[in-house]
């Protein structure tokens, strides 16, 4: 999904907090491209991992995933 890396990543969406499913609908209407949760969930975590993008858990339950671009200025 280099997708992520090459669009999403340099574009100014990610700087504030979003949760898969808005990550999804904003693929899907900004870039045409649609993921499912889990192929983008996946590619998401690999980011965080990596130091890319950080991740908040939402409601403290491990449900909901908030995702940002990590302060670092870490770019792929």
């Given at each position: 999904?280099?997708?992520?890396?090459?669009?999403?990543?340099?574009?100014?969406?990610?700087?504030?907090?979003?949760?898969?499913?808005?990550?999804?609908?904003?693929?899907k209407?900004?870039?045409?491209?649609?993921?499912?949760?889990?192929?983008?969930?996946?590619?998401?975590?690999?980011?965080?991992?990596?130091?890319?993008?950080?991740?908040?858990?939402?409601f403290?339950?491990?449900?909901v995933?908030?995702?940002?671009?990590?302060?670092?200025?870490?770019?792929?």
């Amino acid at each position: 999904m280099n997708f992520l890396r090459t669009e999403l990543l340099r574009s100014k969406f990610l700087k504030d907090e979003h949760d898969v499913g808005e990550i999804r609908k904003h693929c899907k209407e900004t870039y045409q491209r649609s993921f499912t949760s889990k192929a983008l969930s996946a590619q998401l975590l690999r980011l965080v991992e990596e130091g890319t993008l950080l991740r908040r858990d939402k409601f403290g339950n491990g449900s909901v995933y908030l995702y940002k671009l990590a302060t670092n200025g870490k770019r792929h």
